[in-house]
């Protein structure tokens, strides 16, 4: 796209308002939703009459699932994956090397859920890829993005993690960045895939920190927004909120299919996929701690399996009646809906105080 208005832009002068970023980046959101719309329809009907019983369901989840979920198709995500990348391309500056890093982790890891996936259909089984080998490679794509993110920028912002609430503070992590930064990378596309258990469940939340994200990206990529909020200033990472905005709209496509009761599961597919691209958009524009923080209910569903995990191991007992922690809430008696949306709330509050950073420093 923006090569055409290179070419014609200055004949044709209405053009140009394609090259702001907040006109491009609207136009992701809507470009991904209509997508998602025209071609969610068929992408169901396709999965559904080659999946045949469906997502397999856990067996020792709550009841309520083995009577209303068994039957749904899963890899929902391909819907999203396929709306994202058609508005990011289309809308995105595609000489822009932050766009193509995070176009690469979400589909390296969208692909590897896909492969997920396809295991636990074959198998009729909840057990897919083996966690072990999916992590090694998860981390390896991780690694790559990061030394190549380090490249970008001087030193020593290029190494460097940013604190928020403090001005001008930041620390020099070295050659320990890419670790760091994969690390970060390959938590969020795991936090996302363990929190992506009910219907909506995990969409809206990626939205609202996508959405943050989106306005992060925008203000460190611009340098007089920048120095006005006391924030370092990462070239080229503006660019970035277009890729969030076609997240947004995709997101949105897929929640009308995904509404309960669900048509579709987005899968590791999409959970794997959504949850690296916000990863590496965080790593790139230097705000991994602001992730922690916005996108909170993740970490805390994560934190409740390992909890889990190792309250099991080391005593034999365990703290909640079902990790990740909404189920937790469903064998309390809680219903789906009111679960789905008090952990929307949340995550909006947190949403919230993350963008606070951006100012009380």
Sequence with gaps: MLFLLEQFGGDIGVLNVFRYLTFRTGAAVVTALFFVFLFGPGIIASLRIRQGKGQPIRADGPASHLLNKTGTPTMGGLMILSGFIVATLLWADLTNPYVWIVLFVTLSFGAI????????????????????????????????????????????????????????????LGWF????????????????????????????????????????????????????????????????????????????????????????????????????????????????VVLAITGGLFVLETVSVIVQVVSFRLTGKRIFKMAPIHHHFEHMGWTESQIVIRFWIISMVLALIGLSTLKLR
Excluded at 118 to 144: N, V
Excluded at 196 to 219: E, H, K, R, W
């Design 177 to 288: 960045f890419a670790i760091f930064g994969a690390f970060v990378i390959v938590a969020a596309g795991n936090s996302v895939n363990l929190t992506d258990g009910l219907d909506g469940l995990a969409i809206v939340p990626v939205m609202i920190v996508a959405s943050v994200f989106g306005l992060i990206a925008y203000l460190v990529g611009n340098q007089n927004f920048a120095d006005y909020l006391l924030i370092s200033h990462v070239p080229g990472t503006g660019e970035l909120s277009v890729a969030c905005g076609a997240l947004i709209g995709a997101g949105l496509g897929f929640l009308w299919f995904n509404a309960p009761p669900a048509q579709i599961f987005m899968g590791d597919t999409g959970s794997l996929a959504l949850g690296g691209a916000l990863g590496s958009i965080a790593v790139a524009t230097k705000h991994e």
């Design 113 to 172: 859920g896909f492969y997920d996936d396809y295991l636990k259909l074959k198998r009729m089984s909840h057990a897919g890829f083996g966690g072990r080998y999916r992590m090694a490679i998860e981390a390896l794509i991780a690694l790559i993005a990061c030394f190549w993110l380090s490249t970008l920028n001087e030193a020593p912002l290029n190494t460097s993690v940013l604190l928020p609430f403090v001005k001008e503070w930041a620390v020099n």
